[in-house]
Nanobody, 124 residues
Framework: QVQLVESGGGSVQSGGSLRLSCAASGYGIEYYYLGWFRQVPGKKRAGVAA???????NYAGSVEGRFTISRDNAKNTLYLTMNKLQPQDTGIYYCAAGSRLLLHRLAESAVNYWGPGTQVTVSS
């Protein structure tokens, strides 16, 4: 019912910042649990951050304090602001939507819709 597409990826030096956007179409993001996942080289895809209907958030320990997830329902867009980026943050970042509460705990099995991903590269 909803289509997602990420933008804002690119290359940045260690310590730098990027903001990723996820534009949704076909249905309002206010009706979904939302999150960001990433796949880093040599590892399986894992959750990064999630946001619920009341703007409550959940972060992976590795990004807590550095990344911020937010949403703008009027623009039908999800964001991930990434600060103090490190080389180990390099990977493909995906936005995700689903109807199950479990998505808020960054469970990939709860994702119903994925964006195609955007590459983030952090150099030292």
């Amino acid at each position: 019912q909803v289509q997602l597409v990420e933008s804002g990826g690119g290359s940045v030096q260690s310590g730098g910042s990027l903001r990723l956007s996820c534009a949704a179409s076909g249905y309002g993001i206010e009706y979904y649990y939302l999150g960001w996942f990433r796949q880093v080289p040599g590892k399986k895809r894992a959750g990064v951050a999630a946001i619920d209907f009341g703007a409550g958030t959940n972060y992976a320990g590795s990004v807590e304090g550095r990344f911020t997830i937010s949403r703008d329902n009027a623009k039908n867009t999800l964001y991930l602001t990434m600060n103090k980026l490190q080389p180990q943050d390099t990977g493909i970042y995906y936005c995700a939507a689903g109807s199950r509460l479990l998505l808020h705990r960054l469970a990939e099995s709860a994702v119903n819709y994925w964006g195609p991903g955007t590459q983030v590269t952090v150099s030292s």
